[in-house]
């Protein structure tokens, strides 16, 4: 077949087309690319803001008069505790077994369960106090898994007959109850241990104890006390701080980690009370740290073992809410009026309420990220153990109950901290220099300088953030009163010299070539160098009392890090200076040479063309490189990662380090789960920097292709 | 004032001012190269064994490694000193007081023993015991018996790592069975046949490794034979299994010549060497092999993707409201921080592909990851992303300086715009596709930060391409140059100790980014020459 038959010539038309069609899908890949990073990372991290959902299930009945109730860990089934002494266990499709408490005496008088759910507290006919652990039995057999609730006894305590029981806490081996009295509460132990009497003037009206039994919350009709149960004094616990109540309390629970104490009132109102250092030394003040409103009395208080979430019966309604985010997370409004329990599932994955008739209603509870709200991550907040709201980025606690802290605004401040030091070093020099070598320098020097630029770009940041944080950092501490006295000396040097050199005679000047020139100045930076650091001693001998850290922080109360901003600023700038030098070297050659002619055929000076003319022509080039370095040090994480030491403090001083957004995410995510907080805050930051980055970088394409457009013509 | 504004309007000071920031800035990149060629040039060199006895009497031996002035006595010195046997004086480092040196001398019978546990010996070889000779450091032949004796050990480690190979090969079914079965486990389903099949499989292992572990034992056995008894300087011997020495000099008793070769040998052990000791000694090797693998990868993705992008902004494309669009669109990507790119590699590719690959193909080792984690493929894409424009500027550059001519010429003759891309266009632009790939390669092979989440590990057990079938191994955690600077520098055990080492990883890598940007604006340059010739 000829090369140019039809059908041949049909085929290259046919092939040509379809590669037509592959390139320009090719090409147009970029932008979706860009776009899909963009939308993906947003529908990453989108989820967090949702609050939650409480989706009803089947509500299951045991047709027992109720008085407690538990859940086993993986939400199978429920165990409804009868006035009875039954027990009756029923599962999602309200399938019941029934069962009955070990060495109870029907009818049970009253029962309550622990906040975590794991023990049982009840009095039965015969007035005695016994306790029971609960607990989730797995089991694997031929037929799969059976997950069992196990009710077994485990103490008999001395109590008062009839007096209310207030909380149950401590081990299963051994239990604490705390009853009311008459002029406060009691607490009484397994171990054999006598009674503890807290002493609060009125009968307690609500108690709560934390995990371990060591704490112990009571309020009275007025008031609001909390004691220490300690090993000093057997027979009576120590009152650690109190606080008066304007309505009377109805419900006292402590929040997962016992730092928080949570007091649901007639009103309505629900307050968290945390233990605080008082006015005078040493003593312990209650102080209000938050608010939950809402209408109608709360009946009970039911706490998450999770994090720090609780749900508030207020009959008929309930409410999840997050403490530190101090918000509502769902409102169930469908709950049953007369709830004698309230439950959240040990995963925090669901929430049941018992009547009084035995109706267990359930809920499937959705809020994956309860911890995180707009608020939180931008705003000041008020964590346990903190006075005051404050800005904190700790994503790991230092245990199970310590809440991470996830405020952004630190991190944003060490990006801009870190980005400002580095623009202040490298944004005057690096613009200098591209006005010397496309204005003064011969064409020579410029073919010298732009590779060795180039290749300073190409040095791996890891390499630049390596020599900074274990070469640069130690000799910047040890000199730091001479690092100072570089930024002043070396351009007061290079001006005088220049003084000096205009009073010379005219030939003189005249004979010196660019090279001289240039061996010159090397020369004075080199002597300028060698004077700061051997005045370096001296200096800060005469000035600083021979330590200048220590005058530091005397005089304005500054810590010196060794790995600082400073460092830092003179590491990032190492990156940034070759990405403005080129741009804006770039921005100077496209100053039509035509213009500097003129000028100089007018009588100006090299220097005053460049300041009235090249200077203005280039400067939304300028700006341009100046944005794109701003974006590069925004960006930049190995050089932050390694000479900052990371701590996350909000500090704009230049002898502290920070932690920058890269670097956090670089350290951080590898080690956050999937589809966790922590994991979609990160990718939040992310998004955060490709925005900042995004808006730089357009900025300065547009500014570029305005320039390319006036000098076009003019060129032209 | 008017001599103060004719100084201003003359310019000298600010002359000399920009000139001051051109010298400071190349003063900064030559400062950066210089320290760091003079410390890691410096470091396999033999330095001499310094002993020096103190004011109390007692002896130390070792290299000195650092001067300074003492912080606590002004106007005094101190020495760093790396004392080494470290099982027996717990810290490598000694800072001695110059005051409190009493004497100072280099023994010529002091020598130096690198070992594959415990960091460097210093010591007095005082015999070699093994179970056929005896031989006193005094003899004349010791120095080629103690050689004898490290050649034979070597032989028997390479016979051990050869056994344990076989081992791993004999075991890999076994492990393939106990992933899905802890899989099924993991998931609550049944796995009673799956378990039967891997009782099965663990006797078979058994009964074919039985050989092999015997002769492990006898290599062991044989291995453990040998042993060098040192006399520490100060007091005491300490024997030494001589399997465990990598080399033995005594480096003050060496010409210049055999300097020079334990020098070049330790360099070679350095590139081509496993690393010891959490990667603060031995070489780099897996790093290099790592770092080139993933570049190649990537290089894989971005080009073709580059060239396509790059033929069509500048062939196919009208000047149009969606041309700007993709152009800054790769404005943006060239801008955008390189951790951002890890994020979205390890949140889409690693996450979202990888873990939808494992739920389709590796369903039965669920929940164990095969692909849904880190891996070297995940890291080269992410790295595609991120090198792309570098490819797209390049290509661009090259295409534009095809002649408009040579073009009209081709479509003249009939070619379709195809067949004129194809032999004219790319052809002529190859220098600048090339230069593209060569910046790209240079780009990925510094960048570390996105390499952090998407699958760069410090130590990996096993490299991405070995004899294992399917011997590509996509999944697979590596280990990178880059990140073992950081890795090294930062987090490991003994910092101190394990610096100079990192120094020589920087020389390397500063090395391979240099040559291959010099390649690359070589390159450049006479394509620019090209394009400039083209233009008249």
Not at chain 1, 286 to 308: E, M, W
Not at chain 1, 406 to 418: A, D, N, R
């Amino acid at each position: 077949m000829s090369p140019l038959g039809p059908a041949h010539l049909r085929r290259s038309r046919l092939v040509d087309r379809v590669v037509a069609g592959a390139i320009t899908t090719g090409g147009s890949l970029v932008l979706v690319a860009v776009t899909f990073l963009m939308v993906f990372l947003l529908a990453q991290c989108l989820p967090m803001l949702r609050g939650g959902d409480a989706h009803p299930e089947r509500t299951v009945g045991a047709s027992h008069e109720a008085l407690a109730a538990f859940e086993d860990e993986y939400r199978e089934r429920v165990t409804v505790l009868g006035r009875d002494g039954s027990l009756v266990t029923v599962d999602r499709a309200g399938q019941a077994a029934v069962g009955s408490l070990e060495g109870a005496t029907p009818p049970l008088r009253q029962a309550v369960v622990s906040s975590p759910g794991d023990l049982l507290a009840c009095e039965d006919a015969s007035g005695a106090l016994k306790v029971w652990s609960v607990r989730t039995a797995v089991r694997w057999g031929d037929a799969g898994r059976t997950i069992s609730t196990e009710v077994t006894p485990t103490a008999t305590l001395p109590g008062a007959a009839s007096a209310r029981i207030l909380a149950v806490a401590g081990s299963a081996e051994s239990p604490s109850v705390l009853l009311q009295a008459d002029d406060g509460a009691t607490l009484v132990s397994g171990e054999g241990a006598p009674a503890r009497t807290l002493t609060l003037g009125a009968p307690a009206v609500a108690g709560a104890l934390s995990h371990d039994a060591r704490e112990a919350w009571l309020a009275s009709a007025s008031g609001l006390a909390t004691f220490a149960v300690g090993d000093a004094d057997p027979a009576a616990g120590a009152l650690v701080a109190t606080a008066p109540l304007g309505s009377p309390p109805t419900a006292l629970a402590l929040v997962l980690g016992d730092v928080t104490c949570l007091l649901g009132d007639a009103s309505g109102m629900v307050t968290a009370w945390q233990v605080v250092s008082g006015p005078v030394a040493g003593s312990r003040v209650l102080d209000l740290a938050g608010r939950f409103p809402g209408t109608g009395p709360v009946r009970s208080i039911a706490i998450s073992q999770r994090n720090k979430c609780f749900a508030v019966d207020r009959g008929g309604l309930v409410q999840i809410a997050h403490l530190t985010g101090r918000r509502v997370l769902v409102d169930v409004g469908s709950a049953p009026l007369d709830a004698v329990l309230v439950g959240l599932s040990r995963r925090f994955d669901g929430l049941f309420a018992v009547t009084g008739a035995g109706a267990v209603h359930r809920w499937r509870l959705d809020a994956p990220h309860p911890e995180l709200s707009a608020s939180v991550l931008f705003l000041p907040v008020r964590y346990e153990g903190y006075t005051k709201a404050d800005l904190v980025w700790q994503s790991t606690g230092g245990s199970e109950t310590n809440e991470p802290k996830l405020s952004l605004v630190p991190l944003i401040v060490g990006t801009l901290k870190g980005a400002l030091y580095a623009l202040l070093f490298s944004g005057p020099c690096a613009l200098a220099a591209a006005l010397y070598v496309s204005q003064f320098a011969p064409s020579r020097l410029r073919a010298v300088v732009k590779p060795v630029v180039e290749l300073m770009a190409a040095v791996p940041s890891v390499v630049v953030g390596f020599l900074a944080a274990l070469l640069v950092a130690p000799l910047v501490q040890r000199h730091i009163v001479g690092t100072l006295l570089m930024l002043i000396v070396l351009p007061a040097v290079v001006v005088g010299a220049a003084a000096v050199f205009q009073t010379l005679p005219g030939p003189w000047r005249r004979g010196l070539s660019t090279r001289s020139e240039l061996l010159l100045i090397a020369g004075l930076l080199a002597a300028a160098l060698v004077l700061c650091f051997t005045l370096d001693t001296a200096i800060e001998g005469a000035l600083f009392g021979g330590d200048f850290k220590g005058w530091l922080l005397a005089a304005a109360g500054i810590t010196y890090d060794q790995r600082n901003a400073v460092v830092v600023g003179f590491a990032l700038g190492f990156a940034v200076i070759p990405i403005i030098f080129t741009l804006a070297e770039d921005a100077f050659s496209n100053v039509p040479p035509s213009l500097i002619s003129a000028s100089l055929a007018l009588g100006a000076t090299r220097w005053q063309a460049a300041r009235t003319v090249a200077i203005p022509a280039a400067s939304p080039g300028l700006f341009a490189a100046l944005m794109n370095g701003l974006g590069r040090a925004v960006g930049e994480t190995m050089i932050v990662l390694m000479a900052t030491g990371n701590t996350p403090v909000l500090s704009l001083s230049p002898f502290n380090g920070m932690r920058t957004m890269a670097a956090c995410i670089a350290v951080e995510l590898p080690e956050a789960p999937h589809g966790g907080s922590l994991y979609r805050v990160l990718i939040l930051t992310a998004l955060l920097l490709f925005a900042m980055t995004f808006v730089t970088n357009t900025a300065a394409a547009v500014v570029a292709s305005r320039l390319r457009k006036r000098f076009g013509r003019l060129a032209a | 004032m008017s001599a103060l504004r004719s100084f201003l309007a003359e310019g000298t000071a600010q002359r000399w001012l920009t000139g001051a920031a051109v010298l400071l800035s190349l003063g900064m990149i030559l400062g950066l190269v210089l320290v760091v060629v003079e410390v890691a040039g410096s470091f396999f060199w033999p330095h001499p064994l310094v002993e020096l006895e103190l004011e109390d009497g007692s002896r130390l031996l070792g290299e000195i490694w650092d001067r300074e002035p003492d912080p606590r006595a002004p106007g005094t010195q101190r020495v760093r000193i790396k004392v080494g046997n470290r099982e027996v004086l717990g810290a490598d480092f000694r800072w001695v007081r110059d005051a409190s040196v009493r004497s100072r001398r280099e023994p010529a019978d002091a020598w130096l023993l690198e070992r594959r546990e415990y960091g460097n010996f210093f010591g007095f070889p005082e015999r070699l015991e093994s179970s056929d000779r005896r031989s006193e450091a005094t003899s004349p032949d010791f120095a080629a018996a103690l050689e004898d004796e490290v050649r034979a050990a070597g032989r028997l480690l390479d016979e051990d790592r050869g056994l344990r190979r076989k081992l791993d090969r004999l075991h890999a079914p076994v492990a393939r069975l106990q992933a899905r079965v802890n899989g099924a486990l993991a998931r609550g389903e049944q796995a009673t046949a799956l378990q039967a099949q891997l009782a099965e499989a663990q006797r078979r292992e058994a009964e074919a490794s039985l050989p092999l572990v015997q002769r492990l034992g006898e290599v062991h056995d044989l291995a453990g034979r040998a042993r060098l008894i040192m006399r520490m300087a100060g007091g005491g011997e300490k024997a030494i299994v001589v399997s465990n020495i990598v080399r033995a000099v005594p480096p003050n008793a060496l010409s210049t010549g055999a300097r020079l070769t334990v020098y070049l040998d330790r360099w070679w052990e350095f590139l081509s060497g496993e690393p010891r000791e959490s990667n603060t000694e031995g070489g780099i090797f897996p790093a290099i092999f790592g770092t080139a693998l993933m570049v190649m990868l990537m290089t894989l993705a971005a080009v073709p993707l580059g060239v396509v992008t790059a033929v069509y902004l500048n062939e196919y494309a009208r000047d149009n409201a969606f041309t700007a669009a993709v152009r800054l669109a790769l404005a943006n990507l060239a801008g955008v921080p390189s951790i951002v790119f890890g994020a979205f590699g390890l949140g889409f590719f690693v996450y979202t592909v990888g873990g939808g690959i494992d739920r389709l193909l590796y369903s039965d080792a669920l929940p164990t990851p095969t692909f849904g984690t880190g891996g070297i493929l995940w890291a080269a894409l992410t790295l595609a992303l991120l090198t792309l424009p570098v490819v797209v500027v390049a290509t661009e550059e090259g295409l534009q300086s095809v002649p408009q001519a040579v073009r009209d010429g081709a479509r003249a003759l009939g070619a379709t715009r195809w067949q004129t891309l194809r032999r004219v266009v790319l052809p002529y632009a190859t220098p600048g596709i090339l230069t593209g790939a060569i910046l790209a390669v240079a780009r990925a092979a510094g960048e570390v930060a996105p390499l952090m989440v998407t699958g760069v590990v410090k130590l990996a057990p096993t490299m991405p391409f070995d004899t294992t079938p399917p011997f590509l191994h996509l999944d697979r955690k590596f280990m990178h140059m880059g990140f073992h600077i950081f890795d090294v520098g930062f987090q490991s055990p003994n910092v101190e100790a394990a610096k100079p080492m990192v120094y020589a990883t920087v020389l390397v890598l500063l090395v391979l980014v240099v040559v291959l940007n010099m390649a690359a604006i070589l390159l450049r340059n006479r394509l620019r020459k090209r394009l400039r010739g083209a233009a008249v």
